[in-house]
């Protein structure tokens, strides 16, 4: 498998060059897909486009049989509005290009070792990420019941070493909910603006501002017990009459603690109307026991150094659609390192401006989870309750 990744490396780099010099907002992943769609026709996967929207699913099935497992890809840009002190355009700063590469290297090494490889391997190539619709759109065309799946496995770009893979056991991402309250009577401005504060004091964490700040985070991060192991992370503002506020919580269950101060809140002001979602947006949790197992792999595969645990969500402001796949199905969801040595934190952080990925990860991703899924895929002729306890070959 290491010969193979390394004959394709060059390539693969220069597809995601080719992906990363041209950005489609969320929705618009038209070019995207239909390189995605030509890449895996042309590794001899059975292919079906406009899933969902522009979502693409490849289907490789190997010679021997076996399980029937997932890898995910989202290939969309960030938004204008999403980039970290706004930008002009959509671009690819959240590494969703490394990401589409990574799936299709996986793809193309799982496929000249088809011989060798037992089970099934469904790539879910996935639009509109950035949005939060499309991994929605995808289950709702009906991708996984038809294909059977019965876990999923992804990579997210991180900031952390090139070469280094963060595990989630328990942890994933936080959800989200929203909160409009809307005031009465003639002072409902200054009420509105004075809500807005009271609101915004809930927030138990606050984004950071400065390298060093996102340097602690990710130290917090991976500390068990530590700062982010409970928090709110909360946005209000005020605009005439009405407080808008957006939030992210850990664990899913302080949703209800954090609508029920909003509304203890809001009854201290008279006439107020406070509207929620019916639900707030489902966090991203990863089982432990495929967390653990995926790091284990890693560490035979690529060294003890090679893995590190994150003992929270992560991060604490930003979730992932990603969280529908996992309602459904188990499975993984594991940040790959693409900070370069010596590099400043902002450029493996994304939605940075100057948000560069190493290369070098591209390689290591696609070594790393080709090795996984095969692995996952792999089925031998006795009882699964053997099978749990057997060593994989």
Known sequence: MAAEVARLERGLIELRRDIHRHPELPGEERRTAGVVARE????????????GGHGVVGILRGARPGRTVAYRADMDAVPPKDIVGGGQAAAHLCGHDIHTTVALGVAKVLARLRR?????VVFLFQPAEESLSGARAMIEAGVLERTRVEEIHALHCGPFPV????????YGMPGQDKAEVTLQGPDAPDAARRLAAEIGALATVTPPQTPADLERMITDAQTPDGPLA????LRASAQEAKVSASYRCWP???YTEVRENINRLAESYPGTEVRFPAEPFPAMVCPAPDAQALARHLRRGLGTD???TLRSAFPPFS???????LGRVPGTY???????PDAPITTSYPHFTDFAPDERAIGIGVRAMAGWIAERAWEPAWEPAVRAASPRP
């Open 163 to 170: 070469g280094r893979f963060a595990v989630t056991p328990g």
């Open 116 to 120: 060798q490889l037992s089970g099934t």
């Open 40 to 51: 895996l026709r042309a590794a001899g996967l059975a292919v079906t486009t406009g899933v």
């Open 319 to 325: 979730g992932e659609d990603y969280a529908l796949y």
């Open 306 to 308: 090679a893995v590190t």
């Open 252 to 254: 899913q269950e302080r």
């Open 230 to 233: 409970r928090f709110v992370a």
């Open 334 to 340: 594991t940040f790959l390192g693409v900070r370069t």
